[in-house]
């Protein structure tokens, strides 16, 4: 290895060698001959290179044992950030590359993994967190408000359509098609198509943004309902649901369910007559 040895230029203004603490310097800046990753006290510096062209690389924790880049992986799949937040920002999009069906490739990318269903919230509160209850088999994302499963099994318990909301719109509100693929509250006092019942929000909205709306299946984060009892279209308030009976002459009966929880209801959308008396 070549080898680098300081001179300093004496009273006399002849060269002698460093030998003293009061001759040591500090270098502000370097440069490395033909690029490549140098490791400083500030990180890892690739000099312009790719990550993958980073070998031989060693890490070593007096207190553990060190974690090495090995020949044919890149040195991120072998370097582990723990009890830290990492945010990668991108201008356009993070993208993965084409991997064939190789243990070494289809192992690139793993969900963070739970035994059994999340339930507490992420720490920022935010959209998109993903987690395999691998437990269950399951996977879940947080939308903000509560873990969703999205498991095929989950997602065939409900028969949900998207629409647009032709006005405000509540989770757990009946809704009919008031125009083309919009939907408005359902109002069974007035006749006509506005007590054509086709299903309930599942998410809510305000007007002229999209809403899910479920035919069948059970819709969750309602509220006061009493398990067991059924449910109709309240025909006094748009929209609302009621366990006691509708009366009134001329009004239709249209039933939309029944109480799962406090909280759920079990839809069974099913136009039951039209009142006499």
């Known amino acids: 290895m070549a080898q680098i040895k300081l001179l300093k230029i004496n009273a006399t ?131 903000g408000s509560a873990w969703s499963n999205l498991s095929i099994v989950e997602e065939a318990q409900r028969t949900c ?31 006509g198509n506005t007590d054509y019942i086709v299903g309930m929000a599942s998410t809510g909205n305000t007007a002229s943004n999209p809403v899910k709306i479920c035919s069948d299946g059970v819709i969750s984060g309602l509220s006061g309902l009493t398990a067991g009892d059924r449910y109709f279209v309240d025909n006094a308030t748009a929209g609302a649901i009621t366990n006691t009976v509708p009366t009134g002459a001329g009004n239709r009966l249209i039933q939309v369910g029944f109480a799962k929880s406090t909280t759920e209801l079990h839809l069974q959308i099913q136009f039951i007559g039209k009142r006499a008396v």
Do not use: K
């Open 13 to 143: 203004g002849l060269p002698e060698e460093m030998n003293s603490t009061a001759d040591d310097i500090t270098l502000n800046s370097y440069t490395v001959q033909g690029g490549g990753a140098v490791l400083s006290t500030t990180g890892l510096d690739m000099n312009g290179d790719n990550i993958s062209d980073a070998g031989d690389l060693a890490f070593t924790d007096p207190t553990s044992d060190g974690i090495t880049r090995t020949d044919g992986t890149h040195a991120a799949d072998d370097i582990m950030f723990q009890d830290a937040e990492n945010v990668m920002a991108s201008g356009a999009a993070v993208l993965f590359p084409t991997v064939t069906d190789n243990a070494d490739q289809v192992d690139a990318f793993r969900l963070p993994a739970l035994a059994g269903a999340p339930s507490a919230t992420p720490s920022d509160g935010g959209e998109g967190y993903l987690v395999w209850d691998s437990t269950n088999d399951n996977l879940y994302a947080w939308d």
């Open 161 to 191: 359509s998207e629409y647009t909301a032709g006005e405000t719109i509540a989770i757990g509100e009946v809704v009919y098609i008031s125009s083309a693929n919009t939907v408005s509250l359902a109002d069974i006092s007035n006749g």
